[in-house]
């Protein structure tokens, strides 16, 4: 099993642009969470979904943020626009019972 | 919201010394995780202990969970240099699995 893929794996990009974070779940897979990672706050749930819909986004920082899944192989996380705070590392992960898989993480650096 | 909370922050041993890390969390769980994650790498599932079990092994890991504390800890024997990473307890929550903030476990070949 090639694990849940995520890219890109490292994105720099400028204040005000549009970054979009992808990820390709384990095959099989009915739930799939986004977290971010900073030092400052630590591993952040944003939102998940069960069966491609999503079932919590409470942990989306603000209108900036948005994922969708529209399919089960397939999940994006969109900052629109994205400023120098949302520089962190974006984790997908998914899972079909209690225990969770991780990506290997994008890291996301907007100056 | 946090539901697990590591102590301590930081242990930095030498190679062969075991190593003890404690998570406590909030609410009342079925289940608790620990999962590693190596610098600049994802989480990996280590170990997962239901709330009708005490302590639970596996190779040099052991965890036990004091569900009356809402406590678990996590000792692993004989550490070794690539032991060293960020360890996390993981709590379910609303069907969310929510991380505490980590140990940092450096061993000292």
């Known amino acids: 099993d090639a694990g849940v893929i995520q890219s890109p794996r490292h994105e720099v990009t400028e204040m005000g642009q549009e970054v979009t974070l992808r990820c390709k779940p384990i095959?099989?897979?009915?739930?799939l969470f986004w977290y971010r990672q900073t030092m400052m706050r630590g591993l952040e749930l944003l939102i998940y979904f069960n069966n491609n819909v999503p079932i919590d986004d409470s942990g989306m920082p603000e209108d900036r943020f948005s994922a969708k899944m529209p399919n089960a192989s397939f999940s994006t996380l969109k900052i629109q626009p994205s400023e120098p705070r949302d520089s962190a590392v974006y984790f997908c992960?998914?899972?079909?019972?209690?225990?969770?898989?991780f990506g290997e993480g994008s890291w996301l650096t907007v100056v | 919201s946090q539901q697990g909370e590591e102590d301590p922050q930081a242990l930095s041993i030498q190679e062969g010394e075991n190593a003890t890390m404690n998570c406590s969390y909030k609410?009342?769980?079925?289940?608790l995780q620990w999962y590693r994650q190596n610098s600049g790498r994802g989480l990996v599932h280590l170990i997962l202990?239901?709330?009708?079990?005490r302590e639970k092994h596996s190779g040099r890991l052991r965890v036990t969970l004091d569900t009356s504390k809402k406590s678990s800890s996590l000792l692993i024997t004989a550490s070794r240099a690539a032991d060293t990473a960020s360890y996390f307890c993981?709590?379910?929550?609303?069907?969310?699995?929510?991380f505490g903030q980590g140990t940092e476990l450096s061993v000292k070949p």
């Open positions: 202990i239901r709330s009708n079990e």
């Open positions: 095959s099989g897979h009915n739930s």
């Open positions: 992960a998914s899972s079909s019972g209690d225990t969770i898989y």
């Open positions: 993981a709590a379910p929550q609303g069907g969310k699995l929510i």
């Open positions: 609410t009342s769980i079925n289940n």
